[in-house]
Structure formats: structure tokens, C-alpha cells
Nanobody, 124 residues
Framework: QSQLVESGGGLVQPGGSLILSCAAS????????LAWFRQAPGKAREAVSA????????YYADAVKGRFTMSRDSAVNTMYLHMSSLKPEDTAVYYC?????????????????WGQGTQVTVSA
């Protein structure tokens, strides 16, 4: 059974850092393109970062460039989102996702597998 399990969310003060993890089972992450999305209350789900399975090319939303970094570790079949200089507007439920292909889509409807979501709250 293919599954993504997220961890690492929580409450952090503005300017702080968090690392989100997404462990995969049932398939190998390096075979596919990966992404992190987020959804704030009353807003649409949006792509934060994505990385291709083909050559590792990466996408970052303008709102997080220079602050967030996405990575993957093939040894433990896990993807990560390193978040720093966090702002209150980063508050959202964060989801990891897998696209069973080698392109770099940014629309949520194009992704095939999803994690359960983890809450990130940035507040003083």
C-alpha cells in the first residue's frame, strides 16, 4: 500500500525555523516528482515547493524563496521541507505530495499521492 506520512509541524515564533518530514512507503521517492503544498483557512491549496524526479530541478513559490528548502533522502525514502525566517502568513496546513511522473506540476489536482497534512502555526 502506497502511503505518505508527515511529521514536524507545530507552533513557532516569527523568525523561527521548522523542518517538515514526509516518509514514503510502497514506492520510491526518487522515481517521481515531489511537492509540498499548503492551505490556509479560507484559501486554496497552493504549491510551496516542488522537485522533479528527472533531474532534481526545483520550484519555489515567490513567497518562500530564500526561506524554504526542499530535499529528499533516498536512504530513508523521505522528503523534507526546511523552513526558516517564518512569518505569520506561513501559517497553514502543509501537505506533501507525489506526482507519478517526471515533470514539475504545481496544480494540486495533478498529484497522485498525498500526506495527511501537518499544521504549522507561526505566532508570537
Amino acid at each position: 500500500q502506497s502511503q505518505l506520512v508527515e511529521s514536524g509541524g507545530g507552533l513557532v515564533q516569527p523568525g523561527g525555523s521548522l523542518i517538515l518530514s514526509c516518509a514514503a512507503s510502497g514506492f520510491t521517492l526518487t522515481d517521481y516528482s515531489l511537492a509540498w503544498f499548503r492551505q490556509a483557512p479560507g484559501k486554496a491549496r497552493e504549491a510551496v515547493s516542488a522537485i522533479t524526479g528527472r533531474d532534481g530541478s526545483a520550484y519555489y513559490a515567490d513567497a518562500v524563496k530564500g526561506r524554504f528548502t526542499m530535499s529528499r533522502d533516498s536512504a530513508v525514502n523521505t522528503m523534507y521541507l526546511h523552513m526558516s525566517s517564518l512569518k505569520p502568513e506561513d501559517t497553514a496546513v502543509y501537505y506533501c505530495a507525489v506526482f507519478k511522473g517526471l515533470l514539475l506540476p504545481t496544480r494540486p489536482q495533478e498529484y497522485d499521492y498525498w500526506g495527511q497534512g501537518t499544521q504549522v502555526t507561526v505566532s508570537a
